[in-house]
């Protein structure tokens, strides 16, 4: 009884502290792992193709490139790169549930997150058939992590902290059971 009024006020106190409910946390983890599986999978899928450009270890040669083709395509090229990843930098803080943490640790957990993954990402898919690896996707993609964190997660803890508060609700106390009087006439025997 003690350990679960005990548990029910650690995670009031953990809501306190973090001004997120679990819900809303539990539900940004879900959108996490959703948009992870599915980024994965469209992006560690084998192509079969004929032939495949060399690796790109040269940073920005191909944003380079993009940039000199110009247009329509160069820019489809450039937001092929930092689109796919860029939720993250809304949807790692969300996780981590901390409404009232500084900018820039924040920024640095996210953004160092983001690049991990963008990494891990662009190695697998190196060895993904069809693939090759290209630096400038990690460095894009860890870019749009910080846009999207600069831009979105401000403006989200600010709508968050605005939103009357919640009462906590009244813990539940719970009598034990007692046991039923003893007869005193001893037990009945029905015949």
Request: net charge positive; glycine share 10%; with cysteine.
């Amino acid at each position: 009884m003690q350990a679960d009024s005990q548990i029910h006020r650690a995670t009031e106190d953990r809501t306190a502290a973090t001004g997120v409910s679990s819900r809303v946390r539990a539900f940004g983890a879900a959108l996490l792992a959703a948009h992870l599986l599915v980024i994965g999978w469209l992006t560690l899928r084998p192509v079969s193709v004929g032939w495949t450009y060399p690796a790109n270890l040269t940073p920005f040669a191909s944003v380079g490139q993009a940039l000199r083709l110009g247009g329509l395509a160069g820019c489809e090229q450039l937001a092929a790169g930092l689109l796919p990843l860029a939720p993250l930098g809304l949807l790692l803080p969300l996780v981590g549930g901390g409404l009232r943490t500084a900018w820039l640790p924040s920024f640095l957990r996210t953004v160092g997150g983001g690049a991990l993954l963008a990494t891990a990402m662009e190695i697998l898919e190196g060895w993904t058939p069809g693939h090759v690896l290209n630096v400038d996707d990690i460095t894009l993609g860890t870019i749009g992590v910080a846009a999207c964190h600069l831009t979105l997660v401000p403006l989200a803890r600010t709508l968050l902290r605005r939103r009357p508060a919640v009462a906590p609700r009244p813990a539940q106390v719970r009598l034990p059971l007692l046991p039923a009087p003893a007869d005193q006439h001893g037990p009945r025997v029905s015949v």
